[in-house]
């Protein structure tokens, strides 16, 4: 049985550094094909892919958020850690991480339950 | 603005068919079998509905069914029931660089 959890402040400041860690069971990381994503939406809109991390540490960055984001993994923990920096109130969302359903594609069969994130003041 | 787009809602009465549109273009939809459908529910985490245009994983009823044509891309779901409402929001493979382009959500209303 595959679960995946969020764990990360709820509230941070504009400019600061997001950490959010992805903490899973039911598979691992280390095993050859297996991905883990990281994908957002902000409140009342739409679904945003942001970052896939294979079991090689091969790494997929959206365009458009590649400056900002890093993504690691720790396969002694199950674990997977998603940084993004300077964080803007456009970056309020809640945040999910998930278990992508084959090597090479980019749709995802698990998911953890999601972390709102607001970026305030 | 998303990329894909879909219509902002739809809605049918239950027993009946209704189809969500997700147009994108020659670059990703248009390019690629690689479409799939999520359905959300308020307050929940995706659901994987459809993957490579058409194929369902385990667990998603045969009522729910995929298409492409050009650079539409289509969801069906047949015998609507109540629990179908919810958003759908349809993702494209677009290439090496992008990755994935998405669509803006569409909202079903079971009347």
């Known amino acids: 049985q595959i679960t995946l959890k969020e764990s990360g402040p709820t509230l941070v400041k504009p400019t600061q550094t997001l950490t959010l860690t992805c903490t899973f069971s039911?598979?691992?990381?280390?095993?050859?094909?297996?991905?883990v994503g990281w994908i957002r939406q902000p409140p009342g809109k739409a679904l945003e892919w942001l970052v896939l991390?294979?079991?090689?540490?091969?790494?997929r960055y959206s365009p458009s958020l590649k400056s900002r984001l890093t993504i690691t993994k720790d396969t002694s923990k199950n674990q997977v850690v998603l940084t993004m920096t300077n964080m803007d109130p456009v970056d309020t969302a809640t945040y999910y991480c998930?278990?992508?359903?084959?090597?090479?594609?980019?749709?995802?069969?698990?998911w953890g339950q999601g972390t709102l994130v607001t970026v305030s003041s | 603005q998303s990329a894909l787009t879909q219509p902002r809602s739809v809605s049918g009465s239950p027993g009946q068919s209704v189809t969500i549109s997700c147009t994108g273009t020659s670059s990703d939809v248009g390019s690629y079998n690689s479409v799939s459908w999520y359905q959300q529910h308020p307050g929940k985490a995706p659901k994987l509905m459809i993957y490579?245009?058409?194929k369902r994983p385990s667990g998603v009823p045969d009522r729910f069914s995929g298409s492409k044509s050009a650079n539409t891309a289509s969801l069906t779901i047949s015998g609507l029931q109540a629990e179908d409402e919810a958003d759908y929001y349809c993702w494209s493979y677009a290439g090496s660089y992008t990755y994935v382009v998405f669509g803006g959500g569409t909202k079903l209303t079971v009347l």
């Open positions: 490579d245009v058409s």
């Open positions: 991390i294979y079991w090689d540490d091969d790494k």
């Open positions: 039911g598979f691992s990381l280390s095993t050859s094909g297996v991905g």
């Open positions: 998930a278990h992508q359903l084959r090597t090479g594609y980019y749709e995802f069969d698990y």
